[in-house]
């Protein structure tokens, strides 16, 4: 889709006092140092008490788009299709007797494509039960089965995959992960995205620590139309930065504020606890915020996303996931794995390179994705 380049406003951080000044004595618009900035169009307007409207209608919006784009989430999953294209071949010609021979190498398949040792077991010992109780007497029931247990997990314990903005401007969220995981380009086409839908939102620019992130995301905001704090000096604090971003939020109307973070490795004590600090500077500013800490996790490590999510989950506590790079990767089923090891909610997933392709989650498109 083709979209009109913009220059972002670049919204450096200023004294309390002359954050006064400038917001009550001069108009908005005119501040020597930004740039102007096309307006957004907005698809509905919000009153003053319909915050909640607001935002439900924004979930509403995006769940609707994902059931739309499902041919994004089909191809984005092929090599994890083509891995587990061998139990159709399995289930073809299916009798009883070849039922143990056949369960064995169903869970090959699944291990293959990172279920996981748990869930794989899990699944394939419900088969093998329902089987001998009589309660599936061919390949395409043991399929249909199949199927539905891995849609049941999604949904009993990953059901809220919607992103939960509560009720008042300006909603935030954190964006946390490791080096190299993809958060500021996930951060960027979740921006896109949401402003395609009518949201106002404005970045902050709080990984502090990588000399070119801030430069990076300052891309992100001039392709996709959107405002930016960045830090005026080399020692800002994170927590300052995104402290004042969100204080800019909430002065200027913003709907939703996009906070990017410092990549780290979930073992190093004193970057996770600077996490800590991020997360209570928001909550000083908006009571609530952050209303969303969406951990980015590569898709192509498999399994091995599973200690940094733990890690990250016990350190902020994590409320959903993105899953980046599974396009390039046939291990999709890392996607249950997490979801049952952590019960944290997959919200969004990268399936391709393009600004639409970071997709919402939805349990059983990607179900039907990888079982064709």
């Not at 409207?53 to 919006?61: C, E």
């Not at 606890?273 to 928001?282: H, P, R, Y």
Request: charged share 25%.
């Amino acid at each position: 889709m083709a979209m009109a380049s913009a220059t972002p406003t670049r919204l450096p951080l200023i004294s309390k006092h002359t954050s006064f000044y400038l917001t009550n004595c001069l108009p908005q618009t005119r501040f020597s140092h930004c740039t102007a900035i096309r307006p957004a169009t907005n698809r509905f307007k919000c009153s003053a008490g319909g915050q909640t409207g607001f935002f439900t209608r924004l979930g509403r919006l995006i769940k609707e788009k994902a059931k739309s784009d499902v041919e994004k989430i089909f191809s984005g999953f092929s090599k994890t299709r083509d891995n587990l294209a061998v139990i159709d071949e399995l289930l073809l010609y299916w009798n009883l007797a070849d039922t143990d021979k056949v369960l064995d190498e169903l869970e090959e398949a699944l291990l293959v494509s990172d279920f996981g040792p748990r869930i794989t077991i899990k699944i394939v010992e419900s088969l093998r039960d329902d089987i001998l109780a009589g309660k599936l007497k061919s390949g395409p029931d043991i399929k249909d089965a199949l199927k539905n247990s891995v849609l049941d997990l999604l949904t009993k314990k990953g059901n809220k995959t919607e992103l939960q903005l509560g009720y008042r401007k300006p909603a935030v969220v954190l964006i946390v992960g490791v080096n190299g995981g993809g958060k500021t380009t996930s951060l960027g086409k979740l921006a896109y995205r949401l402003k395609n839908e009518g949201a106002k939102i404005l970045m902050a620019a709080g990984d502090t620590f990588r000399a070119a992130a801030s430069d990076q995301l300052e891309i992100w905001a001039e392709r996709t139309g959107c405002e930016i704090v960045v830090a005026e000096g080399e020692k800002a604090k994170a927590s300052s930065v995104l402290s004042q971003a969100v204080k800019r939020g909430k002065e200027q109307g913003f709907h939703i504020v996009l906070c990017d973070t410092s990549g780290r490795l979930h073992t190093n004590y004193s970057l996770m606890e600077e996490l800590v600090a991020c997360k209570k500077a928001v909550g000083k500013v908006v009571n609530g915020a952050p209303n969303e800490i969406l951990l980015v996790l590569d898709g192509t490590t498999g399994l091995n996303m599973l200690p940094q999510a733990r890690e990250f989950n016990d350190v902020v506590g994590i409320t959903g996931l993105i899953l980046t790079k599974l396009d390039g990767s046939a291990r999709g089923g890392c996607v249950v794995s997490v979801v049952d090891e952590l019960g944290i909610p997959v919200k969004f997933v990268g399936v391709g390179e393009g600004l639409e392709d970071l997709q919402p989650f939805d349990a059983e498109a990607f179900v039907n994705a990888i079982f064709s």
